[in-house]
């Protein structure tokens, strides 16, 4: 056959071979293409216990289709794979305009009819499911999918419809903008209490003032948005009045991260992020910790400490909701990134400013109110699974741990 020039293939030509997998195929798959005036435009290769899956994207001259299908069909029958070829005239498949979005679904187990829900509220939105990939299969499975809907469609009806389904099929998930966009996102900042770190801290103080019932009460009514709360700090903070300094040292000791915090920072270190802590708890407990994690922004509040002993006051300006927004915004700034490419992370009603001015706002096994505010959601318990709804897979997060040991 004689090569041709193709300034302007008209046709598309998707290519899909399967079978038992053996070295040599995908140098057999090209070479049997080489001969024609071909562009690739796309190819994945998959292969699950032994059994491969590869498919290539073709541009081609539409004269040299039936050439093309019988050299590939004879290749199947030499080396024992079958094949699929679809020819498709390029005008006709581009005729809608299309916005691309990728979706994140992540469970602990992922049953079949909770991809199926989710196929069906993408179908209800005219929209495709053009490709998807497993990107991690522990601590929790998570697939993603890369969609196209119509541009006259409006993907944020698809995300809260998308939402809602998560809440009632025990899924995680998250769906945003596809494209160089998704992965520019540059800095991650995260509350702390029930977030980077399992407890309250607050809470641990007031145990040991034996006011712990007093206080438990107060920041549930504060998290769930019931009381404002520069007046919720306040009223538990006085009650810590008298407690020893002593006691921060005490609870610094029964403080644990969040399963997967370590990981989430040594990651997005090595991959150029920057990670932040914005927390309404207090300095004077967690900044070792953020210390010891190397982390690039720290605001929290600071208990007053005279002779010794706490006051009950805070040192300063309080750091409520809208701070916390400012200081996202503080942080974006003098690392010279848009809001667009900064995430925000937190589980109570203080958190939800900054969550709706970051790029995407996350609720992390947050109060109902929060997660129907929030972009998207994780019920899971590792923090690193705020890697998956970056688009960073299982493996890089591999190759960081082993570039670091």
Same mark, same amino acid.
């Given at each position: 056959?004689?090569?041709?020039?193709?300034?302007?293939?008209?046709?598309?030509?998707?290519?899909?071979?399967?079978?038992?997998?053996?070295?040599?195929?995908?140098?057999?798959?090209?070479?049997?293409?080489?001969?024609?005036? @071909?562009?690739?435009?796309?190819?994945?290769?998959?292969?699950?216990?032994?059994?491969? /899956?590869?498919?290539? *994207?073709?541009?081609?001259?539409?004269?040299?289709?039936?050439?093309?299908?019988?050299?590939?069909?004879?290749?199947?029958?030499?080396?024992?794979?079958? $094949?699929?070829?679809?020819?498709?005239? $390029?005008?006709?498949?581009? %005729?809608?305009?299309?916005?691309?979005?990728?979706?994140?679904? *992540?469970?602990?187990?992922?049953?079949?009819?909770?991809?199926?829900?989710?196929?069906?509220?993408?179908?209800?939105?005219?929209?495709?499911?053009?490709?998807?990939?497993?990107?991690?299969? +522990?601590?929790?499975?998570?697939?993603?999918?890369?969609?196209?809907?119509?541009?006259?469609?409006?993907?944020?009806?698809?995300?809260?419809?998308?939402?809602?389904?998560?809440?009632?099929?025990?899924?995680?998930?998250?769906?945003?903008? !596809?494209?160089?966009?998704?992965?520019?996102?540059?800095?991650?900042?995260?509350?702390? %209490? #029930?977030?980077?770190?399992?407890?309250?801290?607050?809470?641990?103080?007031?145990?040991?003032?034996?006011? !712990?019932?007093?206080?438990?009460?107060?920041?549930? #009514?504060?998290?769930?948005?019931?009381?404002?709360?520069?007046?919720? *700090?306040?009223?538990?903070?006085?009650?810590?009045?008298?407690?020893?300094?002593?006691?921060?040292?005490?609870?610094?000791?029964?403080?644990?991260?969040?399963?997967?915090?370590?990981?989430?920072?040594?990651?997005?270190?090595?991959?150029?992020?920057?990670?932040?802590? $914005?927390?309404?708890?207090?300095?004077?407990? /967690?900044?070792?910790? @953020?210390?010891?994690?190397?982390?690039?922004?720290?605001?929290?509040?600071?208990?007053?400490?005279?002779?010794?002993? *706490?006051?009950?006051?805070?040192? !300063?300006?309080?750091?409520?909701?809208?701070?916390?927004?400012?200081?996202?915004?503080?942080?974006?700034?003098?690392?010279?990134?848009?809001?667009?490419?900064? @995430?925000?992370?937190?589980?109570?009603?203080? %958190?939800?400013?900054?969550?709706?001015?970051?790029?995407?706002? /996350?609720?992390?096994?947050?109060?109902?109110?929060?997660?129907?505010?929030?972009?998207? #959601?994780?019920?899971?318990? +590792?923090?690193?699974? @705020?890697? +998956?709804?970056?688009?960073?897979?299982?493996?890089?997060?591999?190759?960081?741990?082993?570039?670091?040991?």
């Amino acid at each position: 056959m004689i090569k041709q020039d193709l300034p302007h293939p008209t046709f598309t030509g998707l290519i899909l071979i399967s079978g038992a997998d053996a070295p040599g195929v995908t140098q057999s798959l090209f070479e049997t293409l080489s001969p024609f005036s @071909i562009v690739v435009l796309d190819m994945e290769q998959v292969i699950i216990r032994g059994r491969l /899956i590869l498919t290539t *994207l073709i541009s081609l001259d539409p004269a040299h289709s039936d050439g093309i299908e019988d050299d590939l069909l004879a290749l199947g029958e030499r080396l024992g794979l079958d $094949v699929a070829v679809d020819f498709t005239d $390029v005008e006709r498949a581009q %005729d809608e305009n299309t916005q691309a979005l990728q979706l994140v679904v *992540l469970a602990k187990e992922l049953k079949p009819h909770a991809i199926a829900k989710v196929a069906s509220v993408i179908n209800a939105h005219k929209g495709n499911v053009e490709r998807f990939r497993r990107t991690a299969s +522990y601590p929790v499975t998570a697939i993603e999918f890369d969609v196209a809907i119509p541009q006259s469609s409006n993907s944020r009806d698809l995300q809260r419809d998308l939402a809602d389904l998560a809440l009632t099929e025990g899924i995680d998930l998250a769906i945003e903008a !596809g494209g160089l966009t998704r992965r520019s996102k540059r800095i991650v900042l995260l509350d702390m %209490d #029930s977030t980077f770190i399992q407890q309250e801290v607050i809470d641990l103080l007031a145990e040991d003032a034996g006011v !712990g019932d007093q206080v438990k009460a107060i920041t549930e #009514s504060a998290m769930k948005g019931e009381l404002d709360f520069k007046q919720s *700090l306040s009223a538990r903070t006085a009650l810590l009045a008298g407690l020893p300094e002593s006691a921060i040292v005490n609870i610094r000791e029964r403080i644990t991260l969040t399963p997967g915090a370590r990981t989430l920072v040594r990651t997005l270190h090595r991959l150029g992020h920057k990670v932040g802590i $914005v927390s309404g708890g207090f300095t004077n407990v /967690i900044e070792p910790i @953020i210390e010891e994690m190397r982390l690039d922004f720290f605001r929290a509040n600071t208990l007053e400490i005279v002779d010794g002993k *706490l006051t009950g006051k805070i040192v !300063g300006d309080i750091v409520d909701r809208a701070a916390k927004a400012r200081f996202l915004e503080e942080f974006a700034k003098a690392e010279g990134v848009a809001l667009t490419q900064t @995430i925000a992370v937190g589980d109570g009603a203080n %958190d939800l400013d900054m969550l709706k001015a970051a790029g995407l706002g /996350i609720a992390f096994n947050a109060k109902p109110s929060v997660k129907a505010q929030a972009d998207a #959601s994780l019920n899971t318990p +590792y923090l690193d699974s @705020i890697l +998956y709804l970056m688009g960073i897979p299982r493996e890089e997060i591999e190759a960081a741990d082993k570039a670091d040991s």
